[in-house]
């Protein structure tokens, strides 16, 4: 099935924008609806335009609660049709009843090896602990920040926290959330019963179908 995707950012979007082209060059099954954004200013906007993709965004000022900006938010995501939900450097929290009516269908990327460094600073954390391996996670959002199934992880070795604007990290981070998306996509990604573990489950096998679908004499004819 082809996913209606809103990606939720709060920066600059570089996950926002390979994500957008993953599906724009059918990398990805999915049609990205739109980017929502908590702040206006954000870099995400100008890279959404550039990609001719529709953006919203909706200031905590005006709510009174996180429940009611969160049910705003809800209410545009409806109206762009939205099924699934990739959290790109969403600096937020969302609430419950965002988890509840997307369960199972909502991501986000950390730039940690969870569980450890959850939280605002994934890389300063790391860094600061003295880690001698770093990298990045893309795992199912659930009530508890950071927390959910993890689907993908990626690493680097520590000598790449001196790269300062992240390059390599965000790269990997790029590479993973796609992957993970079109796994998704292509209903490849198996949570164990009981479990917190997730499989992905082999490539459907094509090539049969394909044949089937060439098969336009049955009984086939015989040779002669
Ligand atoms: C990424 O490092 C991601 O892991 C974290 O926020 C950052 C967003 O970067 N959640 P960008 O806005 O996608 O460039």
């Known amino acids: 099935m082809r996913l209606k995707l809103a990606l939720l950012a709060s920066g600059t979007g570089s996950n926002a924008q390979a994500i957008i082209e993953a599906c724009q060059n059918g990398v990805i099954n999915a049609d990205v609806k739109l980017v929502f954004t908590n702040k206006s200013t954000a870099k995400v906007i100008e890279k ?9 965004s909706l200031n905590y000022k005006n709510f009174n609660s996180r429940e009611e900006y969160d049910k705003a938010m ?60 770093f990298g990045c996670t893309v795992h199912f959002v659930d009530e508890i920040m950071d927390n959910g199934p993890i689907i993908i992880q990626a690493a680097l070795p520590s000598s790449c926290f001196e790269d300062t604007e992240n ?22 990604i198996h949570i164990l019963p009981q479990s917190r573990i997730v499989e992905i489950l082999p490539k459907k096998d094509t090539s049969l179908q394909k044949a089937c679908s060439n098969t336009l004499v049955y009984p086939p004819l015989e040779e002669w």
Request: proline share 3%.
């Open 48 to 56: 959404a335009q550039a990609l001719h993709i529709p953006y919203e």
């Open 74 to 133: 809800l209410e545009i995501l409806e109206k762009y049709e939205v099924d699934t939900i990739a959290m790109a450097g969403y600096m937020r929290i969302v609430t419950k009843q965002v988890i509840e009516k997307y369960k199972g269908r909502i991501f986000n990327i950390h730039p940690a090896l969870l569980p450890s460094f959850a939280g605002a600073d994934g890389i300063g954390d790391a860094k600061n602990w003295g880690v001698k391996i």
């Open 167 to 188: 390059k390599q990290l965000h790269t990997l981070e790029h590479k993973i959330y796609i992957q993970a998306l079109k796994w998704f996509a292509e209903e490849r």
